[in-house]
């Protein structure tokens, strides 16, 4: 009896190459962290990170072209007192925007700069109000090239929760408040639609525990009043938030329920 020959069509990941070498992006010598990566639509990818100078903690960059070698690492922030978390976006035009916190010798402040296809990065701009701390910066950008970065503050009493806005790497938009002010907001995630509409989540003690929250913008337009996703009663807290091609704008955090942390979501 003859037999039947039967093709078996390969796995998906089967067909994906492999992972190149490791290449070091940050000197030697010098501890690095915190490293984030977005890529353009030309294949540029821009990496971002902090790096110890000896003395104080400085943002660098570095961008490989579809996939050669990267770039001697780039100082963002200005040398001298600490920088810390950095992130990175870019828009459709390969404008990159990055963003992070840095002590001033008094507070801590939210700074930017950009970066037009892998060129010379812009002199660090202060994002947030001078004389109060600002932490936790975040950052989206719109196809329209509408950056729109996030972070909380303090303003003398509790953290609340404020974005400022730049088209194109222009003048960044006076900070606005998203979060009610009372009690303490922190740890914001911003996403943006095609349609330009961004949503940002973060979570804030109302008294008794921390729930999540949202409040949205259209293309820098005043934020709406902040809603609340998560149910009260229980703690809640890690948002993260995505949206996708049609505009569904999808939630996560996890939420205490009186025996464990389960996660939750919200579209």
């Given at each position: 009896?003859?037999?039947?020959?039967?093709?078996?069509?390969?796995?998906?990941?089967?067909?994906?190459?492999?992972?190149?070498?490791?290449?070091?992006?940050?000197?030697?010598?010098?501890?690095?962290?915190?490293?984030?990566?977005?890529?353009?639509?030309?294949?540029?990818?821009?990496?971002?990170?902090?790096?110890?100078?000896?003395?104080?903690?400085?943002?660098?960059?570095?961008?490989?072209?579809?996939?050669?070698?990267?770039?001697?690492?780039?100082?963002?922030?200005?040398?001298?007192?600490?920088?810390?978390?950095?992130?990175?976006?870019?828009?459709?035009?390969?404008?990159?925007?990055?963003?992070?916190?840095?002590?001033?010798?008094?507070?801590?402040?939210?700074?930017?700069?950009?970066?037009?296809?892998?060129?010379?990065?812009?002199?660090?701009?202060?994002l947030s109000v001078t004389g109060i701390d600002a932490y936790n910066p975040q950052v989206?950008?719109?196809?329209?090239?509408?950056?729109?970065?996030?972070?909380?503050?303090?303003?003398?009493?509790?953290?609340?929760?404020?974005?400022?806005?730049?088209?194109?790497?222009?003048?960044?938009?006076?900070?606005?408040?998203?979060?009610?002010?009372?009690?303490?907001?922190?740890?914001?995630?911003?996403?943006?639609?095609?349609?330009?509409?961004?949503?940002?989540?973060?979570?804030?003690?109302?008294?008794?525990?921390?729930?999540?929250?949202?409040?949205?913008?259209?293309?820098?337009?005043?934020?709406?009043?902040?809603?609340?996703?998560?149910?009260?009663?229980?703690?809640?807290?890690?948002?993260?938030?995505?949206?996708?091609?049609?505009?569904?704008?999808?939630?996560?955090?996890?939420?205490?329920?009186?025996?464990?942390?389960?996660?939750?979501?919200?579209?």
């Amino acid at each position: 009896m003859a037999t039947a020959l039967v093709l078996v069509a390969l796995p998906a990941a089967a067909l994906v190459g492999s992972w190149s070498t490791p290449a070091d992006l940050s000197a030697t010598g010098r501890d690095a962290s915190e490293p984030q990566v977005t890529v353009s639509s030309t294949g540029l990818a821009t990496a971002v990170w902090y790096s110890n100078d000896g003395s104080n903690n400085i943002i660098q960059s570095s961008t490989s072209l579809n996939g050669a070698a990267w770039s001697t690492p780039a100082n963002l922030s200005v040398i001298g007192q600490y920088a810390y978390n950095p992130q990175v976006t870019v828009s459709s035009t390969g404008l990159a925007t990055a963003v992070w916190y840095r002590y001033d010798g008094s507070n801590s402040i939210i700074q930017s700069s950009t970066s037009l296809n892998g060129a010379a990065w812009s002199t660090p701009a202060d994002l947030s109000v001078t004389g109060i701390d600002a932490y936790n910066p975040q950052v989206t950008v719109s196809s329209t090239g509408l950056a729109t970065a996030v972070w909380y503050s303090n303003d003398g009493s509790n953290d609340i929760i404020q974005s400022s806005t730049s088209l194109n790497g222009a003048a960044w938009s006076t900070p606005a408040n998203l979060s009610v002010i009372g009690q303490y907001a922190y740890n914001p995630q911003v996403t943006v639609s095609s349609t330009g509409l961004a949503t940002a989540v973060w979570y804030r003690y109302d008294g008794s525990n921390s729930i999540i929250q949202s409040s949205t913008s259209l293309n820098g337009a005043a934020w709406s009043t902040p809603a609340d996703l998560s149910a009260t009663g229980r703690d809640a807290s890690e948002p993260q938030v995505t949206v996708s091609s049609t505009g569904l704008a999808t939630a996560v955090w996890n939420r205490y329920d009186g025996s464990n942390y389960i996660i939750q979501s919200s579209t």
